[in-house]
C-alpha cells in the first residue's frame, strides 16, 4: 500500500544498500470514531512486509464544543488498539500501539490508565533493534501493557457491545483467521451487528434493502458491534447468499460464490465517498483494520456504497488494478479483499462484482533497497517543512520556540506557547482546520521572545509559490489571534505533567503575530508576487542543493519584519545547518 509511515529508521549496510530497521507512527489526533483507524494501511502494510511497526498515539483527549469548552473525553474503540497486537501475533512481527497521557487528561483518567503508558518502554524495545539485542522481555511488557489498555476501554463501556476481560487475550491466542471467526462463533453470540447509516449520503434502494435484511441475520460482530465489520458464520452463508440474490438476481457469480463457500467470511461495508464523490480519508483503513484482526487465511468481502464519481466506475469495470494503482482507497480495498461488491448511485452499470486474485503472503526477508541519494531529487512541501522544522526547533536559549510544526517533525493537533519567565508552556488542543470566522490553521506557528514582547510566525508551507491562496496572510494571522482569545486546554511546568487549564483569563492576550509564506526558489519575481498575493508579512524560499554544497534561504520581509533576516542568519550560523542566507 501507498500508505507511508511518519518516520522510518535504516542502517547502511552496504556502499548502495540500506535496510528497514523500524517505523514509526504519532498520531496525537483525537483517536475517536472513524479516525480511530484511519492509520490502519500503514500498519499493516509494514506488518506484511514484516517491518517492526510502533504506533504512537494519546489517551484521555477531549472533545471541544464551538467555543472551545470541553464536552467530554474521547476514546478509541478497543478493537482499534486491539488489532495491532492480533497482527503482530498472527504475522509474528513486532506491530503494538503506544499510549501516552493527552494534555488534556483529568487527574482521574491518569490514575486510571496510568499502567498502561508505554513511551519509555517503547523506547527500550527500540534500542534493542537498534542494537540487534533479545526484543522478547521489552515486547512483552508493551504487549501486556497494550492489552490492559483494550480491556480498561471495553470494560468502561456502558453498552456490552464489545469483547470483555479475558475473552480479549482468548481471543488473540487464535492465530489463524478461520480459529478466530469459530472462537466468535462459541463465544460472542450475545454481540450481534448493526450498522448505523447515515442521511448525508445518497445510497440506492436496492442497498439500504440489502443492509435491512443482512441485519436481521445477526451476524456477529468481530469484537465491537459498532465497527462497519461484521462475521457472516458458515451456517448463515446460504441466507446470506438467499439475500443478495433477492435484491441483485442478475449477480450471479457473487451468489454462486457465496454458495460454493465452505467457510465463514468477513464483511466489511464501505461508505468510501463523501456526498460529493471524493474519497472518505479514514475508509482506507477498514479493511486494514479487518486484515489486522484476522489475518490473511479469511475471505474478505467489500461492499462498497458512496456516491463516487461515475469515471471511478468505469475505471474500476474496466480495470480493477488500475483503479488501485492510482487511488489509495481502492488500493486498500482491492489489494486486501478477496472480493469486492459495488452499488452506488452514480454507477451506470448498476452493480458490480469483482473476485480479486489474491495471494497475500507476508514478506520473510528483510526490507533492502538502494541507498537513499540526492541526486536528480525533486523537492516538495515536505523539504520546506523539514527545512523550518531544522532552523526554528529546539533553541529556547535563543528565545525561539517551535509552537507548532507540520509533519514531518510535528503535528497539526496543537498548538503550544512558552511563558520564558516561568518556563510554563499552554497548550490549545483539538484545533479546526479552519476557524469559525474563516481564518486558517498555519502549518507552522513560531514563538519569539522580542525586546518589544511576544511575536508569532504563521508560515504557510507550499511546494511553489503559485499554491499559496490570495490574502492568505490575514487569515493566518486572525486563526492566531482568535485562538490565543481563548482559554488553552491544558497547561505544565517544565518536567512536569499536564494539567487542565481552570484559570480564568488568557495567559497570551498581548503579542505581535507576522505570516509568512514558505516554498521551493525559482527567482526573485515570483518572491515579490507572494508576498504581495497573500498580504504575507515575510517569504521564506528555499533553493536546496545535494549534500555537500550549502543550500540557500532566500528571504524578502516587510519593514516591521526586519528582525527576523538577524535572527534566522544567527540561529543557521550557531547550528551549522548548511544554510546560506540570501537577502531580497
Same mark, same amino acid.
Given at each position: 500500500?501507498?500508505?507511508?509511515?511518519?518516520?522510518?529508521?535504516?542502517?547502511?549496510?552496504?556502499?548502495? %544498500?540500506?535496510?528497514?530497521?523500524?517505523?514509526?507512527?504519532?498520531?496525537?489526533?483525537? $483517536?475517536?470514531?472513524?479516525?480511530?483507524?484511519?492509520?490502519?494501511?500503514?500498519?499493516?502494510?509494514?506488518?506484511?512486509?514484516?517491518?517492526?511497526?510502533? &504506533?504512537?498515539?494519546?489517551?484521555?483527549?477531549?472533545?471541544?464544543?464551538?467555543?472551545?469548552?470541553?464536552?467530554?473525553?474521547?476514546?478509541?474503540?478497543?478493537?482499534?488498539?486491539?488489532?495491532?497486537?492480533?497482527?503482530?501475533?498472527?504475522?509474528?512481527?513486532?506491530?503494538?500501539?503506544? &499510549?501516552?497521557?493527552?494534555?488534556?487528561?483529568?487527574? #482521574?483518567?491518569?490514575?486510571?490508565?496510568?499502567?498502561?503508558?508505554?513511551?519509555?518502554?517503547? !523506547?527500550?524495545?527500540?534500542? *534493542?533493534?537498534?542494537?540487534?539485542?533479545?526484543?522478547?522481555?521489552?515486547?512483552?511488557?508493551?504487549?501486556?501493557?497494550?492489552?490492559?489498555?483494550?480491556?480498561?476501554?471495553?470494560?468502561?463501556?456502558?453498552?456490552?457491545?464489545?469483547?470483555?476481560?479475558?475473552?480479549?487475550?482468548?481471543?488473540?491466542?487464535?492465530?489463524?483467521?478461520?480459529?478466530?471467526?469459530?472462537?466468535?462463533?462459541?463465544?460472542?453470540?450475545?454481540?450481534?451487528?448493526?450498522?448505523?447509516?447515515?442521511?448525508?449520503?445518497?445510497? #440506492?434502494?436496492?442497498?439500504?434493502?440489502?443492509?435491512? +435484511?443482512?441485519?436481521?441475520?445477526? *451476524?456477529?460482530?468481530?469484537?465491537?458491534?459498532?465497527?462497519?465489520? *461484521?462475521?457472516?458464520?458458515?451456517? %448463515?452463508?446460504?441466507?446470506?447468499?438467499?439475500?443478495?440474490?433477492?435484491?441483485?438476481?442478475?449477480?450471479?457469480?457473487?451468489? %454462486? #460464490?457465496?454458495?460454493?463457500?465452505?467457510?465463514?467470511?468477513? !464483511?466489511?461495508?464501505?461508505?468510501?465517498?463523501?456526498?460529493?464523490?471524493?474519497?472518505?480519508?479514514?475508509?482506507?483503513?477498514?479493511?486494514?483494520?479487518?486484515?489486522?484482526?484476522?489475518?490473511?487465511?479469511?475471505?474478505?468481502?467489500?461492499?462498497?456504497?458512496?456516491?463516487?464519481?461515475?469515471?471511478?466506475?468505469?475505471?474500476?469495470?474496466?480495470?480493477?488494478?488500475?483503479?488501485?494503482?492510482?487511488?489509495?482507497?481502492?488500493?486498500?480495498?482491492?489489494?486486501?479483499?478477496?472480493?469486492?461488491?459495488?452499488?452506488?448511485?452514480?454507477?451506470?452499470?448498476?452493480?458490480?462484482?469483482?473476485?480479486?486474485? *489474491?495471494?497475500?503472503?507476508?514478506?520473510?526477508?528483510?526490507?533492502?533497497?538502494?541507498?537513499?541519494?540526492?541526486?536528480?531529487?525533486?523537492?516538495?512541501?515536505?523539504?520546506?517543512?523539514?527545512?523550518?522544522?531544522?532552523?526554528?526547533?529546539?533553541? +529556547?536559549?535563543?528565545?525561539?520556540?517551535?509552537?507548532?510544526?507540520?509533519?514531518?517533525?510535528?503535528?497539526?493537533?496543537?498548538?503550544?506557547? !512558552?511563558?520564558?519567565?516561568?518556563?510554563?508552556?499552554?497548550?490549545?488542543?483539538?484545533?479546526?482546520?479552519?476557524?469559525?470566522?474563516?481564518?486558517?490553521?498555519?502549518?507552522?506557528?513560531?514563538?519569539?521572545?522580542?525586546?518589544?514582547?511576544?511575536?508569532?510566525?504563521?508560515?504557510?508551507? %507550499?511546494?511553489?509559490?503559485?499554491?499559496?491562496?490570495?490574502?492568505?496572510?490575514?487569515?493566518?494571522?486572525?486563526?492566531?489571534?482568535?485562538?490565543?482569545?481563548?482559554? $488553552?486546554?491544558?497547561?505544565?511546568?517544565?518536567?512536569?505533567?499536564?494539567?487542565?487549564?481552570?484559570?480564568?483569563?488568557?495567559?497570551?492576550?498581548?503579542? #505581535?503575530?507576522?505570516?509568512?509564506?514558505?516554498?521551493?526558489?525559482?527567482?526573485?519575481?515570483?518572491?515579490?508576487?507572494?508576498?504581495?498575493?497573500?498580504?504575507?508579512?515575510? !517569504?521564506?524560499?528555499?533553493?536546496?542543493?545535494?549534500?555537500?554544497?550549502?543550500?540557500?534561504?532566500?528571504?524578502?520581509?516587510?519593514?516591521?519584519?526586519?528582525?527576523?533576516?538577524?535572527?534566522?542568519?544567527?540561529?543557521?550560523?550557531?547550528?551549522?545547518?548548511?544554510?546560506?542566507?540570501?537577502?531580497?
Amino acid at each position: 500500500m501507498r500508505e507511508a509511515t511518519d518516520a522510518y529508521v535504516t542502517k547502511i549496510i552496504s556502499n548502495d %544498500k540500506e535496510q528497514i530497521i523500524v517505523a514509526i507512527e504519532y498520531c496525537n489526533a483525537l $483517536p475517536a470514531g472513524n479516525n480511530a483507524w484511519q492509520r490502519n494501511g500503514r500498519a499493516i502494510a509494514c506488518a506484511e512486509m514484516g517491518i517492526p511497526y510502533f &504506533y504512537y498515539a494519546d489517551v484521555g483527549g477531549v472533545e471541544l464544543d464551538g467555543d472551545r469548552g470541553i464536552k467530554a473525553p474521547r476514546f478509541p474503540n478497543p478493537i482499534v488498539p486491539f488489532s495491532y497486537l492480533t497482527a503482530g501475533t498472527s504475522l509474528q512481527v513486532i506491530c503494538i500501539p503506544i &499510549y501516552e497521557a493527552h494534555p488534556a487528561i483529568t487527574e #482521574t483518567l491518569r490514575n486510571k490508565f496510568i499502567n498502561v503508558f508505554g513511551l519509555e518502554d517503547s !523506547i527500550r524495545l527500540i534500542r *534493542c533493534l537498534l542494537y540487534e539485542t533479545n526484543t522478547a522481555d521489552a515486547l512483552n511488557v508493551l504487549i501486556a501493557k497494550g492489552t490492559a489498555l483494550v480491556k480498561i476501554l471495553s470494560n468502561d463501556r456502558k453498552r456490552v457491545d464489545t469483547l470483555r476481560g479475558t475473552q480479549w487475550d482468548d481471543f488473540i491466542e487464535n492465530t489463524s483467521g478461520i480459529k478466530k471467526a469459530e472462537w466468535l462463533m462459541q463465544h460472542s453470540k450475545h454481540l450481534v451487528w448493526k450498522k448505523k447509516q447515515s442521511n448525508k449520503v445518497n445510497t #440506492t434502494k436496492q442497498f439500504n434493502e440489502l443492509i435491512r +435484511q443482512v441485519q436481521r441475520l445477526n *451476524c456477529l460482530s468481530v469484537g465491537a458491534s459498532e465497527i462497519p465489520i *461484521c462475521l457472516v458464520p458458515y451456517t %448463515k452463508l446460504c441466507d446470506f447468499a438467499t439475500i443478495v440474490e433477492n435484491n441483485y438476481p442478475n449477480q450471479n457469480i457473487l451468489i %454462486k #460464490t457465496l454458495k460454493e463457500l465452505r467457510q465463514p467470511i468477513i !464483511i466489511v461495508w464501505i461508505t468510501g465517498f463523501k456526498p460529493r464523490g471524493d474519497d472518505s480519508r479514514p475508509d482506507r483503513g477498514i479493511v486494514p483494520l479487518a486484515r489486522m484482526l484476522f489475518g490473511n487465511d479469511i475471505n474478505i468481502l467489500t461492499i462498497v456504497s458512496g456516491p463516487a464519481k461515475k469515471e471511478t466506475w468505469m475505471i474500476f469495470e474496466k480495470n480493477p488494478k488500475k483503479l488501485a494503482k492510482e487511488n489509495g482507497l481502492w488500493e486498500a480495498i482491492i489489494n486486501l479483499s478477496n472480493f469486492v461488491f459495488i452499488d452506488s448511485v452514480t454507477s451506470k452499470k448498476g452493480a458490480m462484482f469483482y473476485e480479486v486474485e *489474491c495471494n497475500l503472503t507476508r514478506n520473510q526477508k528483510p526490507v533492502i533497497f538502494n541507498k537513499a541519494t540526492t541526486k536528480d531529487l525533486i523537492y516538495s512541501e515536505h523539504d520546506t517543512d523539514t527545512a523550518i522544522h531544522s532552523i526554528y526547533s529546539n533553541r +529556547q536559549k535563543e528565545g525561539v520556540f517551535e509552537s507548532m510544526c507540520n509533519p514531518p517533525g510535528g503535528d497539526w493537533s496543537g498548538i503550544s506557547v !512558552i511563558d520564558f519567565q516561568s518556563n510554563r508552556e499552554y497548550r490549545w488542543t483539538s484545533l479546526p482546520r479552519v476557524s469559525s470566522v474563516q481564518a486558517k490553521r498555519p502549518d507552522h506557528v513560531i514563538q519569539i521572545l522580542h525586546k518589544n514582547g511576544y511575536i508569532f510566525l504563521a508560515i504557510e508551507s %507550499k511546494t511553489s509559490s503559485v499554491d499559496l491562496d490570495d490574502e492568505i496572510g490575514t487569515r493566518l494571522t486572525t486563526y492566531i489571534k482568535e485562538l490565543f482569545r481563548n482559554y $488553552p486546554t491544558a497547561y505544565r511546568k517544565k518536567d512536569e505533567n499536564w494539567k487542565s487549564y481552570d484559570k480564568n483569563n488568557a495567559p497570551f492576550s498581548k503579542f #505581535t503575530a507576522f505570516s509568512g509564506g514558505a516554498f521551493c526558489f525559482k527567482n526573485d519575481q515570483e518572491m515579490l508576487e507572494a508576498l504581495t498575493k497573500g498580504n504575507l508579512d515575510f !517569504i521564506m524560499s528555499f533553493e536546496f542543493r545535494p549534500v555537500g554544497q550549502k543550500s540557500i534561504l532566500h528571504i524578502k520581509v516587510t519593514e516591521q519584519c526586519q528582525f527576523l533576516i538577524v535572527l534566522t542568519t544567527n540561529l543557521c550560523r550557531q547550528s551549522g545547518a548548511g544554510v546560506e542566507i540570501k537577502i531580497h
